[in-house]
């Protein structure tokens, strides 16, 4: 490169660097520009973590100082907090003085306060916590309503930092005065309508993270170096540009390729050849993410069991995610449906647990995919699946636009249609996420985890995200996509059939009883009877384990050892970046 410029990446991922954007802005040796996986453009996001509509998920996380980081083998650590203290129900969160806002406001206790009492407001009889009770400016404490596991604690006390209180502190004094479910249900519907675009997040200075936005448009944003954050002098980068990495991602793989990026996605032993020599791979996470098919059980085909596992046996997993690695992802096939991470299967449900669960097939075996289908009465017309009232199965698969997703996907439909089951793709833009809460559809791509922990809150969240079984307190008897609120799965773990020692469960509420468990024993006891629900049901197909890492050029700039930060955690590239531990050379 002829310009000491430097690029990260989400998700520890892509950088790329541009000349003569914003008006020619950014021609200072040291600046640092990164686009990110899957970012949605600037202008098309806002800030308000309650609004899931277009809420900038991945690009906030440039923008919002981090608080605490959870790592592979389960711990917890923080940089930002003085100190969180577990004891029985009591959660004690200490603040340093040091914290500010863009704008100059401090972060305090009350910022964490507000923010994590309004998402509680969401649903307070379901909830594990308790309340809140701001001690001091600060320090809070957080009850929760039975004992508490250290572990879950520390993980979920994240916050302060996305919810500014001179912003949000007129909705939590509204929920506060609510009389009753219904009027804190209007104060809950106004709030989910409220947006914080980027104009106003930057030009009220809502930021808190060390690269503060200056300018941006719809191609790319420009942050300089905010000389108050107390990591300011960590690091001699100046100024960092970031490009959203929208659709395919077609120019930020070529700025890859071409020598333009100075911190790229992991690059795969195929991939090397078209990569310049200076860009070294750097670190590989196995990372928390996996990826799934949502079944929607309102589709009376997929209500049948032994449909939905005719659908996994049909499909041949090793090759949807090997289309899912022609995209550069870093990628392994599912070997068992226990619904979390493959890397901490061992720590929650042991050797023997795994051994005893159904083994589908990964590999397509349309012999035993045949059978599934006969059990549940369905015949073979022309090469098409008859079901018992002579309907033919007709399932709509929507995906995310993207390359990534939209490749791997069309493998997974074709499978479908080759077995006998029609099916459809439909690939889908930037409202992907919202038409999936919409419930409109048969079968939906999803990542699968909705926390960014390695532990089984992260995947048995009780949202699309993870695995999704309804709120606790509906009077329906179903959820959103026709799972039971109570069910029966057989006593013995791996049988395939209740026979006639059924017990029955209700899985949206062992969710919120695992968020709230007190002790490692009952996390396991939990975790392993929501395991046994997903892989006798099959609410969802968790297809792919995912890997992710990042490269970086190292001719011309100073990356971190790893005794040096710790990257074992959430999005390693840009957390380097972000904590000031990347340097020129």
């Given at each position: 490169m002829n310009r000491r410029q430097f690029i990260g990446a989400s998700a520890g991922t892509v950088a790329a660097t541009l000349a003569g954007c914003l008006g020619g802005s950014g021609s200072d040796a040291t600046e640092f520009v990164t686009a990110f996986e899957g970012g949605r453009q600037p202008t098309q996001v806002h800030f308000n973590p309650w609004n899931a509509s277009n809420y900038g998920q991945t690009y906030s996380i440039y923008w919002l100082q981090g608080t605490i980081a959870t790592h592979a083998d389960g711990t917890v650590s923080t940089d930002f907090f003085e100190d969180i203290s577990v004891d029985g129900r009591e959660v004690t969160i200490e603040f340093s003085d040091q914290w500010s806002f863009w704008n100059g406001n401090d972060i305090t206790a009350e910022d964490y306060f507000i923010e994590q009492e309004i998402w509680r407001y969401q649903n307070?009889?379901?909830?594990?916590?308790?309340?809140?009770?701001?001690?001091?400016?600060?320090?809070?404490?957080?009850?929760?309503?039975?004992?508490?596991?250290?572990?879950?604690a520390k993980s979920n006390a994240g916050g302060g930092t996305s919810a500014p209180k001179s912003v949000f502190r007129d909705y939590y004094e509204r929920y506060e005065d609510a009389s009753g479910e219904s009027a804190r249900q209007e104060v809950t519907d106004e709030l989910l309508q409220m947006t914080i675009d980027t104009e106003e997040f930057v030009e009220e200075g809502y930021g808190s993270s060390l690269f503060k936005i200056e300018d941006f448009n719809s191609s790319e944003t420009l942050a300089i170096k905010w000389e108050d954050h107390p990591w300011?002098?960590?690091?001699?980068?100046?100024?960092?540009?970031?490009?959203?990495?929208?659709?395919?991602?077609?120019?930020?793989?070529?700025?890859?390729?071409?020598?333009?990026?100075?911190?790229?996605?992991?690059?795969?032993?195929?991939?090397?050849?078209d990569y310049p020599?200076?860009?070294?791979?750097?670190?590989?996470?196995?990372?928390?993410?996996?990826?799934?098919?949502?079944?929607?059980?309102?589709?009376?085909?997929?209500?049948?069991?032994?449909?939905?596992?005719?659908?996994?046996?049909?499909?041949?997993?090793?090759?949807?995610?090997?289309?899912?690695?022609?995209?550069?992802?870093?990628?392994?096939?599912?070997?068992?449906?226990?619904?979390?991470?493959?890397?901490?299967?061992?720590?929650?449900?042991?050797?023997?647990?795994?051994?005893?669960?159904i083994d589908y097939p990964v590999e397509a075996d349309e012999e035993r995919a045949i059978s599934y289908m006969e059990d549940a009465g369905y015949s073979r017309d022309g090469g098409e699946w008859v079901g018992p009232d002579g309907d033919a199965t007709d399932f709509t698969v929507i995906t995310q636009s993207a390359v990534s997703q939209s490749q791997p996907t069309n493998v997974f439909t074709d499978h479908l249609n080759e077995f006998g089951l029609n099916a459809e793709m439909e690939a889908v833009g930037q409202d992907y996420y919202s038409r999936v809460q919409e419930w409109e559809f048969d079968i939906a791509w999803m990542w699968h985890v909705a926390l960014p922990y390695w532990h089984p809150v992260a995947y048995f969240s009780n949202d699309f995200y993870g695995l999704l079984a309804g709120d606790v307190n509906s009077d329906s008897d179903t959820g959103p996509t026709g799972v039971p609120f109570s069910l029966d799965i057989p006593e013995e773990v791996g049988a395939p059939e209740i026979g006639?020692?059924?017990?029955?469960?209700?899985?949206?509420?062992?969710?919120?009883?695992?968020?709230?468990?007190?002790?490692?024993?009952?996390?396991?006891?939990?975790?392993?009877?929501l395991v046994q629900w997903v892989n006798f049901d099959l609410p969802a197909i968790i297809h792919l384990q995912e890997n992710r890492g990042f490269a970086g050029d190292v001719e011309n700039f100073d990356f971190p050892s790893e005794d040096e930060f710790r990257m074992d955690r959430p999005n390693p590239g840009p957390s380097a970046l972000l904590s000031g531990r990347i340097s020129m050379n």
């Amino acid at each position: 490169m002829n310009r000491r410029q430097f690029i990260g990446a989400s998700a520890g991922t892509v950088a790329a660097t541009l000349a003569g954007c914003l008006g020619g802005s950014g021609s200072d040796a040291t600046e640092f520009v990164t686009a990110f996986e899957g970012g949605r453009q600037p202008t098309q996001v806002h800030f308000n973590p309650w609004n899931a509509s277009n809420y900038g998920q991945t690009y906030s996380i440039y923008w919002l100082q981090g608080t605490i980081a959870t790592h592979a083998d389960g711990t917890v650590s923080t940089d930002f907090f003085e100190d969180i203290s577990v004891d029985g129900r009591e959660v004690t969160i200490e603040f340093s003085d040091q914290w500010s806002f863009w704008n100059g406001n401090d972060i305090t206790a009350e910022d964490y306060f507000i923010e994590q009492e309004i998402w509680r407001y969401q649903n307070p009889e379901a909830s594990p916590i308790e309340g809140h009770e701001l001690v001091d400016d600060y320090t809070v404490k957080r009850i929760y309503k039975d004992e508490v596991s250290p572990v879950i604690a520390k993980s979920n006390a994240g916050g302060g930092t996305s919810a500014p209180k001179s912003v949000f502190r007129d909705y939590y004094e509204r929920y506060e005065d609510a009389s009753g479910e219904s009027a804190r249900q209007e104060v809950t519907d106004e709030l989910l309508q409220m947006t914080i675009d980027t104009e106003e997040f930057v030009e009220e200075g809502y930021g808190s993270s060390l690269f503060k936005i200056e300018d941006f448009n719809s191609s790319e944003t420009l942050a300089i170096k905010w000389e108050d954050h107390p990591w300011a002098d960590e690091t001699d980068l100046e100024q960092i540009r970031v490009y959203p990495n929208v659709e395919s991602g077609t120019q930020v793989e070529q700025l890859e390729k071409s020598d333009k990026l100075d911190m790229t996605q992991y690059i795969t032993e195929s991939q090397r050849p078209d990569y310049p020599d200076n860009i070294e791979n750097i670190y590989e996470l196995s990372h928390y993410n996996c990826q799934k098919y949502i079944l929607n059980w309102n589709n009376k085909h997929l209500a049948n069991r032994s449909v939905r596992r005719a659908i996994i046996a049909a499909i041949d997993i090793p090759s949807i995610v090997d289309a899912a690695a022609q995209t550069g992802m870093l990628a392994s096939p599912t070997q068992v449906q226990t619904g979390i991470r493959e890397t901490i299967e061992d720590q929650y449900l042991g050797e023997d647990f795994v051994d005893s669960l159904i083994d589908y097939p990964v590999e397509a075996d349309e012999e035993r995919a045949i059978s599934y289908m006969e059990d549940a009465g369905y015949s073979r017309d022309g090469g098409e699946w008859v079901g018992p009232d002579g309907d033919a199965t007709d399932f709509t698969v929507i995906t995310q636009s993207a390359v990534s997703q939209s490749q791997p996907t069309n493998v997974f439909t074709d499978h479908l249609n080759e077995f006998g089951l029609n099916a459809e793709m439909e690939a889908v833009g930037q409202d992907y996420y919202s038409r999936v809460q919409e419930w409109e559809f048969d079968i939906a791509w999803m990542w699968h985890v909705a926390l960014p922990y390695w532990h089984p809150v992260a995947y048995f969240s009780n949202d699309f995200y993870g695995l999704l079984a309804g709120d606790v307190n509906s009077d329906s008897d179903t959820g959103p996509t026709g799972v039971p609120f109570s069910l029966d799965i057989p006593e013995e773990v791996g049988a395939p059939e209740i026979g006639g020692n059924g017990v029955e469960i209700n899985p949206a509420q062992l969710m919120v009883d695992l968020e709230g468990a007190s002790s490692e024993e009952e996390t396991r006891e939990l975790t392993r009877t929501l395991v046994q629900w997903v892989n006798f049901d099959l609410p969802a197909i968790i297809h792919l384990q995912e890997n992710r890492g990042f490269a970086g050029d190292v001719e011309n700039f100073d990356f971190p050892s790893e005794d040096e930060f710790r990257m074992d955690r959430p999005n390693p590239g840009p957390s380097a970046l972000l904590s000031g531990r990347i340097s020129m050379n």
